[in-house]
């Protein structure tokens, strides 16, 4: 009979055994060993199915095929360790075909059962051109339900074959991370099975500059996912890494994207992203019901962290502009519309090649703004005519000549009549300029409301009113100082 005490030690031994055999990898299957803790997110590594697919053109007999594919999973495993639990995939005639000869993508739900099973699936193909072989690679992340960026063949001899396969589905293999900590501009993240041994973690280290797409996962009970939301126009640049954790700057297109709190089963990841080829097209439509293509927006560009940025271009008649890529992966995008700053646009341009970004539509505004400077012009022009005849006024007044002052008066009336049409138009325009967008037309407002300001202050009645007064004034005195005059000069003299 096993006293208590070594009944203990007997499952004390069994922990550590377990914990040994997960941190070093055995090629196995994930298994829970009770007395353990949960399989924690920095222990887990990635489940990966490998399919091999070898085209018959390459002339290699099932034997040879089957000692190539050996050889290649040997040659893998061996280098990333315990960081991945690597095992061949069936590849079913149908979804052979949906793949074709360029990897096509296909939806998560073509992928069979046992595919969708693990992390990571990694589609291997081996075929031959002009008589050489070519190595091409596509890899499917689960977790967020994407595809790697469409596999460039690489022509390879046949003896290293074995090598540029292995190297390529290594690459392909794009690492996963949680976000833990995230404010505004930064966040931290934790990579997937950091804390399991890598034979050659060099191999799939992530260096300062990477960039990486973050999502939100939202799962039931048993873990599978019921929607993945990738956080739009949000990218993640690595400013520090170890082998641990990765500090991120974060640039977003949407304040705070990646600051909400998030409870329950819902992961925030990030993905990284391989540097694309090409550039993306990128179209603009109004955000309201209409959407409407943007035409004459003003698009810029910089690079992370930099402040200096450079004009691409304006939008086309559909709103369209193409974004070359450039030395940095990921370009942000700045949107303006005459001047006006409308929207912050980080993309990765050949990522995808045709983005549409809803931004506000800003031709309320722009044509309000058209409205209000030919106005202003009219008002300047208004304002310096009634100064001069306030001035000519005055001047006939101190120089007696009341007749004339008079006459300049009606002038000067009719120009306050003016003043008030003006002030009716704006009135009127006011009325039909509007946008459907609330934040434009809180900008449209706010023009109208400046003008109709600056029109009050320009058109101060009092000193209008002032020299009506002293006009008034001048007549009521001038047929006294006449009739004195006459009654001077008809007098006797002597008298």
Avoid at 90 to 116: F, I, K, S, T
Avoid at 305 to 331: N, Q
Avoid at 409 to 432: G, I, P, V, W
């Amino acid at each position: 009979m096993v006293s208590p005490r070594r009944r203990s030690l007997l499952s004390l031994g069994t922990a550590v055994l377990a914990l040994v055999l997960d941190c070093y990898g055995s090629g196995g299957a994930r298994a829970q060993v009770p007395g353990l803790p949960p399989t924690t997110w920095e222990r887990s590594a990635y489940r990966v199915q490998l399919v091999v697919l070898i085209d018959p053109t390459v002339g290699i007999s099932s034997d040879g095929a089957s000692a190539l594919t050996t050889r290649i999973v040997e040659r893998v495993a061996a280098l990333v360790g315990a960081r991945w639990e690597l095992q061949l995939g069936v590849c079913p005639p149908l979804l052979r075909a949906a793949l074709g000869p360029q990897l096509a993508e296909v939806a998560y739900e073509a992928l069979p059962p046992e595919l969708r099973a693990g992390d990571k699936v990694v589609f291997l193909q081996i075929a031959q051109h002009q008589g050489t072989p070519v190595v091409s690679v596509r890899e499917f992340d689960v977790r967020t339900q994407t595809w790697s960026p469409p596999p460039v063949a690489q022509p390879v001899e046949a003896a290293q074959l074995v090598d540029r396969a292995v190297v390529a589905v290594i690459a392909a293999v794009r690492t996963v991370a949680r976000v833990d900590d995230a404010e505004i501009k930064s966040a931290n993240l934790t990579l997937m099975g950091c804390e399991l041994l890598a034979r050659d973690p060099s191999m799939l280290a992530v260096p300062p500059g990477t960039v990486l797409q973050s999502f939100v996962r939202f799962n039931d009970r048993n873990g599978q996912a019921r929607r993945i939301m990738p956080i739009e126009w949000t990218y993640l640049t690595v400013a520090e890494a170890s082998e641990r954790t990765l500090r991120c700057d974060v640039y977003s297109g949407v304040r705070g994207a990646l600051t909400v709190k998030t409870r329950g089963r819902v992961e925030k990841l990030a993905i990284v992203v391989p540097p694309p080829v090409g550039g993306t097209r990128l179209r603009l439509v109004a955000r309201d019901q209409r959407a409407d293509p943007l035409a004459g927006y003003e698009v810029y560009a910089h690079a992370p962290g930099e402040r200096e940025t450079t004009l691409l271009g304006r939008t086309d008649g559909d709103g369209s502009i193409w974004v070359e890529a450039a030395e940095s992966p990921l370009r942000v995008l700045l949107v303006k519309s005459g001047g006006e700053f409308m929207a912050r646009l980080p993309i990765v341009p050949g990522k995808e090649p045709l983005l549409q970004a809803l931004v506000p539509d800003d031709r309320e505004r722009l044509r309000a703004e058209g409205v209000i400077i030919g106005l202003q012009e009219g008002l300047v022009d208004l304002v310096a005519q009634r100064a001069v005849l306030v001035i000519r006024i005055q001047s006939m007044l101190d120089a007696g000549n009341v007749e004339a002052a008079t006459k300049l008066l009606e002038s000067l009336r009719k120009l306050r009549n003016q003043q008030e049409q003006y002030s009716l138009f704006l009135r009127q325009q006011r009325q039909a300029i509007v946008s459907r967008d609330p934040a434009i037309q809180r900008k449209i407002e706010l023009l109208f409301a400046d003008t109709e300001k600056l029109m009050t202050n320009y058109f101060d009645p009092r000193p209008l009113d002032e020299i009506e007064s002293s006009v008034l004034r001048a007549r009521s005195v001038a047929p006294a100082n006449s009739e004195a005059a006459q009654a001077a000069a008809t007098a006797p003299a002597g008298s």
